[in-house]
């Protein structure tokens, strides 16, 4: 049996750009990416004093999950029925750089702790008590195809109720976010979670909601 | 949903470089940890379950990284006389490893294409080329629950009928890094690991490569299957476990009721098993309340070391073999029980009829797994 689920919200961050379904929420052209992130994390009025302490690739996974959020029925969920799927190309390379400078001094635990990429997944758990399946993957291109295979297996046999699905990758100043918000339920101006409408959206094209 | 089966495995271990080496050697007691001066990995004598460095000299004209030599390795020993064929358009490749070719940044730092060659998804492609795979291979790298998430990825894509056989493969190289890494929490050992004991100190870290081939199809049905599993997050703490085990015997209790079990119709547990302090505490807290403390647990940390994104697939196959050749294995390292609930540990070579195992890892991230296998 085939069950369609949807695409109930989504949010891209690029180019010093934050998109909300497509709409663009926030721009901070001349920032380097710490600098970018940081606007963007005051710009929304976040308040998470752990945000501070995070790498890059947490903080720009992070931001992205919040804004992808905001205004959704995330806590009707139990804990354990919200997971995430997420994926990139680089891992945790652009800490791991920053890790293994620090080891010729003094290794730093709080640099190392950053040298997986399902660390950003573990923050985003934390922050909502999202207790479900997670997974990490590595592409080398987005994959949209594989995202909606595994989403739609781990909805439809009831692991989760909703998933958080997606990609985000860093490294230095070269990044890309897209976070997708995944339900069974059809909402308000959902769209089809399908191959075809998750590239859409990574590629930033219009999307045909009929 | 179709059923999934064990084809064929593989250890490739600083122990044995087939399963079946590897189960007698662990058999007979035989760890591959041993004391290391090495100061190409740390300055002070460690203890880790290391390859001979001389069998894995840095030769530039190779076209493989020691770490994608060890994949190899362990596929190509798999895949032969499995009756499985890489180049068949039904089988997929799953890669699961924590850090890949990291030591890239110990000894090529400055290298301009160092971005791409140290990433996971190249290694992916370079064994799959090697072997003829034509579908494009998945990497799983989720911590030190990777080995057994990149087996339930498999699971499901066969269940899913998108593919009819996965061939899942994990390696870690242990080299400076991450030796660095857990030494700058203070987390390894200064003995060889004791899981569980009342004395552990920590985690001993050892390498190596395993792989598993799993088939729906039905021509298998005699094998071992993979009943279920799951898979769940603390949302508690990035590098510490959770306090109460509470969301890893969420993860057992849910992996036991996509098999159709009961706890009591578990034989054996194959435990992470670290040896830090907070795992094994966490672990046997879940362990526990899931129901579980009666039934014989083994950690196998003290024959391989901690091995990281291989872990979950060397535990694993080892379980499958106890479950063919109906026994439990000690915990090597144990003597006196050190965690706050009584659990089962298994201190010796045990005969038993067996048919279930539940295997369990957790890792940073605050991710647990649990994967159920049956005869």
């Not at chain 1, 995944?182 to 409408?197: C, G, M, P, T, Y």
Request: glycine fraction near 8%.
């Amino acid at each position: 049996m085939y069950l369609n689920n949807y695409i109930t919200s989504y949010c891209t961050i690029v180019k010093n750009v934050v998109y909300k379904n497509e709409v663009p929420v926030f721009e901070n052209r001349n920032a380097d990416l710490p600098a970018f992130l940081l606007s963007a994390y005051q710009h929304f009025g976040l308040n998470y004093p752990k945000f501070y302490k995070m790498d890059n690739l947490s903080k720009l996974g992070w931001i992205a999950s919040e804004i992808l959020l905001k205004g959704s029925h995330i806590k009707d969920y139990q804990p354990e029925d919200v997971g995430l799927v997420l994926s990139n190309a680089n891992s945790s390379l652009d800490s791991d750089l920053k890790y293994i400078k620090s080891v010729s001094d003094i290794p730093s635990p709080a640099l190392f702790v950053y040298t997986l990429p399902n660390i950003m997944i573990g923050e985003i758990c934390i922050r909502n008590n999202f207790k479900g399946e997670d997974a990490f993957f590595i592409f080398e291109k987005f994959d949209a195809g594989f995202i909606e295979l595994y989403v739609n297996n781990l909805l439809n046999s009831n692991a989760l109720s909703a998933c958080i699905c997606g990609w985000v990758d860093v490294f230095e100043d070269e990044y890309k976010a897209v976070l997708f918000l995944v339900e069974k339920e059809e909402r308000d101006n959902a769209i089809l979670f399908s191959k075809k409408n998750l590239d859409g959206i990574f590629e930033n094209l219009v999307i045909d909601k009929g | 949903m179709p059923a999934v089966y064990i084809v064929a495995d593989n250890i490739y271990s600083p122990i044995g470089v087939t399963t079946a080496e590897n189960f007698e050697q662990v058999k007979q007691g035989i760890s591959g940890i041993k004391q290391h001066h090495n100061t190409a990995l740390a300055d002070e004598p460690v203890y880790a379950s290391l390859f001979d460095y001389a069998d894995f000299k840095t030769d530039k004209q190779l076209t493989y990284t020691r770490f994608e030599r060890l994949l190899i390795a362990s596929v190509e020993d798999t895949l032969k006389d499995s009756g499985i064929e890489a180049s068949d358009k039904k089988t997929v490749l799953i890669l699961s490893s924590t850090k890949g070719n990291i030591s890239l940044l110990e000894t090529d730092a400055d290298d301009p294409g160092l971005k791409d060659r140290i990433a996971m998804h190249t290694s992916a492609k370079l064994v799959a080329a090697h072997f003829g795979f034509v579908n494009q291979p998945l990497v799983v790298s989720n911590a030190c629950i990777s080995g057994i998430m990149a087996i339930l990825t498999g699971m499901r894509l066969l269940q899913s009928g998108q593919y009819e056989n996965a061939v899942i493969v994990g390696a870690d190289v242990i080299t400076k890094f991450v030796l660095s890494g857990f030494q700058s929490f203070q987390a390894i050992s200064t003995e060889p690991c004791r899981p569980f004991d009342k004395n552990r100190t920590g985690i001993t870290l050892g390498e190596g490569a395993a792989t598993m081939i799993l088939s729906s199809n039905a021509e298998y049905s005699d094998r071992i299957k993979v009943l279920g599993g799951a898979v769940s997050n603390d949302a508690n703490h990035i590098s510490a476990p959770s306090r109460t085990g509470e969301e890893l015997k969420q993860a057992i209790e849910k992996a036991l009721s996509i098999a159709g079990l009961k706890a009591g119709d578990i034989d054996f547990v194959s435990a992470h098993g670290t040896a830090t302090s907070y795992n094994d505490e966490m672990e046997a807290k879940a362990i526990a309340s899931a129901g579980l403390d009666k039934v014989p647990l083994n950690s196998l940390k003290g024959y391989y070391g901690h091995t990281l994104g291989a872990a979950g697939l060397i535990e694993s196959i080892i379980s499958i073999q106890s479950l063919k050749q109906n026994l439990i294995l000690p915990t090597l390292g144990f003597k006196t029980i050190g965690v706050s609930d009584a659990i089962n540990v298994c201190t010796a070579l045990t005969s038993a009829a067996l048919k279930t195992c539940l295997k369990t890892a957790s890792g940073f991230g605050g991710c647990n797994a649990a994967v159920v296998f049956s005869k």
